[in-house]
C-alpha cells in the first residue's frame, strides 16, 4: 500500500513568525514539542530526534527562511516522501497559521493527524497560545 499526502493547518494566533520559524527548524526549538531530544550533523545537515530509547533521523531537503522547512526521513524507502512546515500569515487578522504536510497509509491517516494535533497542542502551550 503506498502513503497518501495530507495537509492540515492550524491557526497559531499571535505567534511571531519568528518564534514558529525556531519552533520548527531549531534544535531547541524542536526538542520542546516534537521530540524527547534532538541533535544535528551541521556538516550533513541531519537532525537525530530521540524518542525514549528510539530515534530517527531526517535531513533537511528545502529551506526557505522565516517560511517553509521540508524534512526527509532517512529510513524511509521512497525518497519521494517527506514532512514539511509552511508559514502563512492571514491578511485580514495578521494571525499566523502553521500549515503541516506528511505522508502516511491510508489506514493510519487518522492516527497520523490525532499524533500531529497533539504535538502541535504542545507547540502551542510552550509558546503561550
Not at 516534537?34 to 530509547?53: C, H, L, P, R
Not at 530517527?56 to 517553509?68: A, C, H, M
Request: no cysteine.
Amino acid at each position: 500500500m503506498s502513503k497518501e499526502k495530507f495537509h492540515i493547518e492550524f491557526l497559531m494566533g499571535n505567534a511571531t513568525q519568528s518564534s514558529l520559524w525556531r519552533m520548527i527548524s531549531q534544535i531547541d526549538g524542536l526538542s520542546e514539542w516534537f521530540a524527547d531530544e534532538v541533535s544535528m550533523d551541521e556538516t550533513e545537515a541531519i537532525y537525530t530526534f530521540i524518542w525514549g530509547k528510539t530515534n530517527n533521523e531526517v535531513q533537511i531537503i528545502s529551506k526557505k527562511p522565516q517560511s517553509s522547512i521540508r524534512y526527509r526521513w532517512l529510513d524511509e524507502e521512497d525518497e519521494e516522501l517527506y514532512f514539511e512546515f509552511l508559514l502563512h500569515k492571514l491578511d485580514l487578522s495578521g494571525a499566523m497559521t502553521l500549515e503541516i504536510t506528511d505522508f502516511a497509509e491510508p489506514d493510519e491517516k487518522g492516527d497520523a493527524i490525532a499524533l500531529w494535533e497533539s504535538q502541535i497542542d504542545e507547540m502551542k502551550r510552550r509558546l503561550g497560545i
